[in-house]
């Protein structure tokens, strides 16, 4: 049984960081892309970041670029986003999701391509 368990997030003022983790089990976590997606409150689930299964690329959004940072420890199964300077508007539920899709193109950024997904977590940025 694949499970996708997200942890770190909660309340913080902006300007401030957080650190979010995704530990997998149950898939081979070395043979899949990572992201992260999130979905704010009345808007739909949009992509955040992603990195590819070696870990050699990584993607973001506009919208957090220079801000939020990727990674992934193949040894421990768990992907991370560190989010620095975080803003009101990044308030919303963040996804974990795993994928083992052919990367080209716009693939990492697709939310159709991912097999399994976390439940998500609340992280909520107050001005």
């Known amino acids: 049984q694949v499970q996708l368990v997200e942890s770190g997030g909660g309340w913080v003022q902006a300007g401030n960081s957080l650190r979010l983790s995704c530990a997998a089990s149950?898939?081979?976590?070395?043979?899949?892309?990572m992201a992260w997606f999130r979905q704010g409150p009345g808007k739909e689930r949009e992509f955040v970041s992603g990195?590819?299964?070696?870990?050699?690329?990584?993607y973001y959004a506009d919208s957090v670029k220079g801000r939020f940072t990727i990674s992934r420890d193949n040894a421990n199964n768990t992907v991370y986003l560190q989010m620095n300077s975080l803003r009101p508007e990044d308030t919303a539920v963040y996804f974990c999701?795993?994928?083992?899709?052919?990367?080209?193109?716009?693939?990492?950024?697709?939310?159709?391509?991912?097999?399994?997904w976390g439940q998500g977590i609340q992280v909520t940025v107050s001005s």
């Open positions: 999701a795993a994928g083992s899709f052919v990367l080209r193109g716009l693939a990492m950024r697709d939310s159709l391509g991912y097999d399994y």
């Open positions: 149950g898939l081979s976590f070395s043979a899949s892309h």
């Open positions: 990195i590819s299964r070696s870990g050699m690329s990584t």
